[in-house]
């Protein structure tokens, strides 16, 4: 058995400790919004949070990340109201929509770190999601949203 520490819930799981994380959350939980693509680490289709940190589960052994906190997409907010969500949807940021798990957690941990973040930034760090849709602009007018959004949060 296998211990993680899934969107704040301890989640045991008999699978192998060599299973990557992808399809721990996927297949062991049916947690699936986060997204298979490449299945290299190039992608980012399949990031989640690690500590905070934005890491390719598909490349991941569960056996790392056991007594480590996991935050999937659908962990990030449960009625979609942190800033970058509320921004995505605000800035109309998806088309197809496949990388956007990846993108929304990496935007997420970015502003944790970077609460204001220059163009520069937003695009060297958000250069590890690929979108094929090319809605980068957009991306990164939403991120620049969502640092306003948690502004205003932390005045209130």
């Not at 993680?4 to 996927?26: K, Y």
């Not at 990388?99 to 770190?113: D, M, P, T, V």
């Not at 690929?130 to 959004?149: D, N, Q, S």
């Amino acid at each position: 058995m296998v211990r993680l520490s899934i969107n704040g819930v301890d989640r045991e799981l008999d699978m192998d400790p060599a299973t990557p994380l992808l399809w721990a959350l996927r297949d062991g939980l049916r947690l699936t919004g986060t997204k298979y693509s490449c299945g290299i680490a190039q992608c980012g289709a399949c990031l989640v949070l690690v500590d905070g940190k934005p890491v390719h589960s598909c490349t991941t052994p569960i056996s790392s990340v056991m007594n480590r906190k996991i935050t999937t997409i659908e962990g990030l907010s449960a009625d979609r109201s942190h800033p970058v969500q509320q921004a995505w949807i605000e800035q109309e940021v998806p088309q197809c929509g496949y990388c956007h798990s990846g993108q929304i957690l990496a935007a997420a941990a970015l502003l944790e770190k970077h609460p204001q973040p220059s163009d520069t930034l937003i695009d060297e760090v958000m250069r590890e999601v690929l979108c094929r849709c090319g809605t980068y602009p957009r991306i990164r007018k939403a991120i620049k949203r969502a640092a306003e959004l948690a502004q205003s949060d932390k005045e209130a």
